[in-house]
């Protein structure tokens, strides 16, 4: 079995394994930090919204710590946490959220404003018209109205938000024409809405410079999967990560954790060939919803630093912990604050205890 | 106020049956059917077109009967059909003497059979347990049942026959000893209506005596439940079949790309609000283990129940619901209970459904003084398709799409075709697992199409859109943009649709046990909870 | 083929893989890997006719395995649809000899002279282009006499490895070869190197599984006994590695007994650069590096085969280690060669379409040198972005010699404590 060492090994890269490694990186200065996943959680099928936070204050520092990762990544939020606003869906519904990345925030109901829900041509799995219609009647202050622009095919095949997506990381010529018929239409309206196709790998500062050459704000909206929005915020948030010196090991599930007279001594991984052992001083298990098999006696409750619990009361490992759906499977609604929240607070929470050993 | 020669109550593969046979005779008929197409135990079947050779030995009559319809309906219905072919296995669990007596049954019956060796067994289907001790081949297939009942409906329509979807019957009427007409009520807006005519015949399979109960009679019917699982994908290529005296979970049927386990035998009150229970689920995974042992960590997709509707006529009402023959009742309501122009047909199989509404068609033929004989047995139910379309819709699409597709439309593909060479886009695939286009939505969703639709449901019926893994989560929200687009709908109504679709699909995936279909829904829930504020379950 | 195989039911239709695909980038007709592979798979078991045409064009690179979330074997559901399918005969010709590294490798260095001379000529090349649909604009590695074989590096007390040379290494990369000996001479390691011929992925990802079966079964019996024994079977090529890993099990799975000698086999083999890392993991890596500042900047390219073996980069940690070493991790994706993908014809423009991403972070990075350590991802490189690659073997190896010089040669290998 191959074997390495880190300080702290975080499983799972949703947005809770994510913030967990960020904010270790960040408040151990130097620790080797492993991440291991296997998928890429639920980026897929959001955008990355955070609308609660699990009943923690407004200004906690996990959303400060969040917004500087955000930033530093390239996909900033925008938002404030005292105030929920509320996003359209292609769905025709609205969304309350208090913090989103900004190209969805850009689309937030302004009272008095008028938006341009834009379709594409050969485009099926958005309809700016279905769009428009069910905000009209959900009378929120704004006035929407669906128009439809033309983008050039490949082949003449029907279009993909993820073929979209890819053109616009790759083509220049192709970002020039998108903003050009955003900007035809952009004249009678102050925010222009689009299905979210702006790349997988684009930065705020590709996003401004379309603003810019739009004339207006340009608004996403998550589609249903593959989200373009949320691949583009795992893209770089992990790219931003292993540029950090995280050591990532992707594709293959963690299958057990070697825990040893309330010690986790790291993790075994099912990796080709034969089986890989990476020892840590901590763990943070981010795998979300399914991976429960992970903690045999897990009673489901967990003490105030994160850490796991039997049936009796008594932590699994004392520097094992838990963030994200797997350490709240209930909470459906607000899944994204929480997994931000839990994966800043377990970090600390195996920092802590690393001091706490120093010390001693 | 709206006139015909017949109503028919009930839009199963009977009812669907007898308004072609009647159509073909010349004879005026509405269908009336309470929700859509199939709504009962034909859409709630296994599927199976029997040869014969499950009944074989405990009735040899019944096994004749759906040797003869097997043979037929091959003949007239090919495109409804996929004829796998089926084996009779031998476990070694199993009693050797009921192996004996099956092969001389079949024998007797001039059921066409071959043994096979286990080592043959397992080369035609490595799935099985390799304890087996050898098989035998037989003539099942596998029916689409939706696809049956549509085609016999687009046939009967096509030749003047009608059929009315959401037409719940509330009452017929009578004068006297005479059936004069039916009312009825939409049962999606709510409206009332009502027919007159000469006759109605009761095709309510379960609802049979409920239906009968409307015109002041006793239909004496026992509902039988059974409970089936549909898994992701084919564990096996033809027909398994547990070669034993008939019980439980011994029957797996390759569906198209699913393949689907049953059934249980478990007697209920009525046809209304069936559930399978978790110990059924259990016990029915666990024999279907025994047939096929990968199951254990295969994907269940969805599990459902229907209803078998037993006729138990007075003083026959034995034990346990297999007991009860497997034979249908047409009863003449005029003789039997001096109702004249009431008839009821209960009981029998899906295989057998063409001969039940030959015998209701021959009875109610006479009743109206028609000298035309019945024409379904030799008359296809849809016309062969032009080679040239076929090469057309090959080169429109991707070869699977347009073999998938040459099943469902034949013909009609023409105008598929004329669709996509309108507009290209239309070519794009909007349900994955069934290979369904754009193009096949719109033409589903026609205002003018022979079977209308109203719902996203009743499109997967028609072309089993949302039938694979995602239960209609992606492919369902498609449908509804179509439906959007083609006019169909306007938005409000396309969403309140797509909530109702996705709570039906929501409730059939909810009983799984465990696995992925359950993380499946759960993303589901998650994508029009949280994610869309769209709908969360149990709201409205 | 495995029957009770059922990771397509994992699929949750989430479209990660198809993000993560670089054909996707590139080609707006391939309609993916979920499509191609757990969606069709289904189909294709129901046995309807399905469309083959696009199997040739995936890859192999498993990205779409690593994003996955339900661990659907994608790539191994198209891998053995494309196994199954039938080309046509221009394309099979070529694929056949694309399937066989080793025997052009075999042919040409009975007179590598002559031959690297030839295949250097425009003429030939466009000749090539023309009969057997190889793209002219590529030029073919240099192919040498010399073979590397037998025992490197004795020392009493040595622990030794089976060092996998692999066809590039064996045919046009010996010099790679002996800096991997010096590497692991230097760490108190001698090197055996195998007999054992060609690991087989060419002829799997040319679709040719019967000749890939002929290569793993005679590689199985070749390193068999070292395995058996505990000595380490040790590559510096990431696909081979990756095939070496999984193609034992993947070929011969079916067969109870060399089922099990192939698990053996597996789970014996590291990657260099694992094998390495994992030493200095230990504080059992020589750190007698000496500065190496002169080499300037570099940029480092994970191949996609790194990843696919559950490893995170461990060259690159082990580069920078050097005292002096400027180097950026590029992680900008496939190159676009996927081994002999990129010498075919028809599929050489997507190739190159796919390495834009890569070759455009070359350019912003503006090294003296790539590094990487697979040959045919090395290829790419150079041709797309026109910068000289290398294999970060010798880097590390020219590092030990630095140390050398100043110390004014002698001094063996020191562990670090
Ligand atoms: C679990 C199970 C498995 C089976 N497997 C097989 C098999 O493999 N092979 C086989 O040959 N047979 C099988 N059968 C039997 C077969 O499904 C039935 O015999 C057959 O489908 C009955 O068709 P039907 O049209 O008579 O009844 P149904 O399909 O039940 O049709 C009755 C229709 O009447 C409608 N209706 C009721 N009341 C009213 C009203 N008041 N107004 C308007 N409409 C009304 C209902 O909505 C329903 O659509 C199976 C049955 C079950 C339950
Ligand atoms: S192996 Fe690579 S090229 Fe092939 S489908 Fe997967 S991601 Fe695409
Ligand atoms: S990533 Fe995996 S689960 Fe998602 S669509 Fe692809 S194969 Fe299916």
Known sequence: MGRQTFDLVVVGAGLAGLAATATAVAASGGARVALVHAGLGTFVYGAGGVADLGGVAADHPAVRDFRALVDAAGVPYDGDLGQSQLLPTILGTLLPVNLAPRSLWNGRVRSGTRAAVVGIAGLSAFDADFVAERLNRLACGCCYQARRIELPRQDGLPHSVLE??????????FRQTLAEQLRRVAADYDVVLIPAILGQWSDAGQMAELETAVGCPVAEMATLPPSVAGLRLSNRLLAHLRGQGVDIFGGYPVTAL???????????????????????????LASGPHSANLLPGWSGDQDSRRRPLDHQGRFLADNLYLAGALADPEARH?????????GHGAALAAFEREDDHATH | MDRTQVVIIGGGATGAGILWDLSLRGIAAVLLEKRDLANGATGRCHGLLHSGARYAVKDAEAARECLRENRILKTIAPHCIHDVGGLFVRYPQDDPAFFTAWDRACADIGLPTAPLSAAEALDLEPNLPSGILGASTCPDAHVDVFQLTLSNLQAAVARGGRFRAYAEVTAIERRGGQVTGVRFRDTLSGDEDSIDCEMVVNAGGGWAQQVAALAGLHVPVRCDKGSLLVLNHNLVTRVVNRCRKPGDADILVPAGPVCILGTSSITVSGPEGLRAETDEIEALLKLGTELVPCMAESRVLRIFSGVRPLYVPQGADKAGGREISRGFALLDHGVEDNLDGFVSIVGGKLTTYRLMAEKTCDLVASRLGVDEPCRTAETPLRPPTPEAVTRKIR????AQAASIVERRLGPAMAQLAERIEADPDMAEILCECEQVTRAEVAMVMAVDAKVPVRTINDVGRRCRLGFGSCQGTFCGYRAMLEGYRQGLWPAEAAAADFKRYLDERWKGQAQIPNGKQLEQLMLSHDLFGPSHHFHSDGEG | MRHTDVTLDNCLKCSDCNAACPVMTAHPRYPGPKHLGPELEKLRREGLPCDSEWLEYCLGCERCDMACPNQVNVAELIARAKAAHKKPLRRRLRDWLLARPGLLGQVISLAPAVANRVLALGVVRRLMSLTAGIAAERSFPAYARVKLAGVHGRSRGAERVVFFQGC?????????????????????????????GCCGYPALANGDPAEARRRVRANLELLYQAAENGTPIVTACTSCGQMLKTGFTLLLGDDPELAAKARVVESAVRDLGEFLIERADQGHLSLRFGDCGHLGRLAYHSPCHQATQGLSRPWFHLLRMVPGIEIEDLNAGCCGMAGTFGFKQEKYPVSLSIGQRLFQAIAQAAP?????????CRMQITHGSGVPSVHPATLLVMAYEQRKVVDGGGGGARLAS
Do not use: K
């Open chain 1, 164 to 173: 979209l997506a890819n053109r616009f990381d790759r083509d220049p010529a």
């Open chain 1, 258 to 284: 070697e825990v040893e007279n309330a010690r986790c001594r790291g993790v075994h991984v099912a990796t080709p060939g034969h089986a890989r052992h990476f020892a840590a001083s901590a763990v943070i």
């Open chain 1, 334 to 342: 607000g899944g994204n604050g929480r997994a931000i929240v839990g």
């Open chain 2, 395 to 398: 080169h429109l699409l991707p």
């Open chain 3, 168 to 196: 590039s290494m064996r045919y046009n990369e010996q010099a790679l070869g002996r800096d991997c000996i010096a590497l692991l001479a230097e760490n108190g390691i001698e090197t055996e190197m195998s007999e054992a």
């Open chain 3, 368 to 376: 003296r040198q790539v590094v990487s350590e697979c040959p045919t």
